[in-house]
């Protein structure tokens, strides 16, 4: 079994090696990459530098918190996400802290966060799977985040486990073979809809 | 002149080397270089495999597509983005394609594509300078982008030059040292403002 992407072009090994696991290992993630992971979150580009990410964490040892952070995600995500050692949350700040006005690039930048967070696990041998499944009102109740900041995403880290253990359900989702559109459908030239040149 | 980034913790090399410069070299991107670009950005993770991102591609040798993508552009972006070999319009896709519904997480998985897009363009030592500063109605217009997509988004790709040579306006945010808030103000746990101890 490999998820490995089957690139049509050449990429860099850790982008076709990254893949968003639902069946986990127990194992716990070392202090010292879960301090690089947000490290390499935290060097992201954003809009006017305002790095508008911040991020929840617990670890699967702080039982109290772990349970706060899973509480958030939607029922379906805490089902398979529950196995994971470590949950964080994506929330991002809605506003400029300089002079207020609302920040279009927010959403996106916090992605940007997080693929950077995402490369350095993979590089540690970690997975991350995302998720945008979760309650962003109780998130905001039961850890106190202030009005212009919202939680957008929740993921969840480890080392993916063996999916011939995984329950049924599971297992068919981390054996499917990986797919994307074609290039010609995404990547356009001159006017929208035609192929760009550049992927021809 | 480096602008590495100096991380607190290990991060990949990749992650630190990448930074925006706003003063680019003219020579051009190679072909099989902008291919694999893309196809980084390509096999991005997404809610629901959706892959909302699309992406409107002009080269300098395309004299009038590249003007078309620069015009979208807001003007303190064109100024200087007119150097870059490569422009980049990224679109999204604001609802799921098989049922119509809003898909929250448009904005942030074009930011995981756009991520993966510069992490490919770092490992073949070209820079990425992303921009929020554009006119989306201007885009549609120009392009034709039908409803339901929105430009959010332009990337200036190219090789970065020596801001010696720059006019003296950027060659200050080009040799500008590298900032980013500390991970006390970003990672938090068990309630909000409260330092995680996974970063302490």
Do not use: C
Request: proline share 7%; aromatic share 8%; no cysteine.
């Amino acid at each position: 079994m490999s998820k490995q992407a089957q690139p049509s072009y050449p990429i860099h090994e850790l982008l076709a090696k990254r893949w968003s696991p639902y069946w986990y290992d127990e194992r716990p993630v070392k202090a010292e990459d879960l301090r690089s992971i947000f490290e390499a979150a935290r060097w992201a580009a954003s809009s006017y530098n305002e790095q508008p990410w911040r991020f929840i964490v617990a670890t699967k040892d702080q039982p109290e918190q772990y349970a706060k952070v899973l509480s958030v995600l939607v029922e379906a995500n805490q089902a398979w996400a529950q196995r994971a050692p470590v949950l964080v949350l994506g929330v991002i700040g809605r506003n400029f802290e300089r002079n207020g006005k609302p920040n279009k690039a927010a959403e996106h930048d916090l992605g940007l966060a997080a693929a950077s967070l995402t490369l350095e696990a993979t590089a540690r041998g970690l997975h991350v799977h995302q998720m945008i499944g979760l309650d962003p009102e109780k998130g905001r109740s039961v850890f106190g985040v202030p009005a212009g900041f919202e939680v957008l995403t929740a993921l969840a880290i480890g080392y993916a486990a063996d999916p011939a253990q995984a329950p049924e359900a599971l297992r068919g989702r981390d054996t499917a073979p990986r797919g994307r559109k074609p290039l010609s459908e995404i990547v356009f030239g001159g006017t929208w809809g035609q192929v760009s040149s550049a992927v021809k």
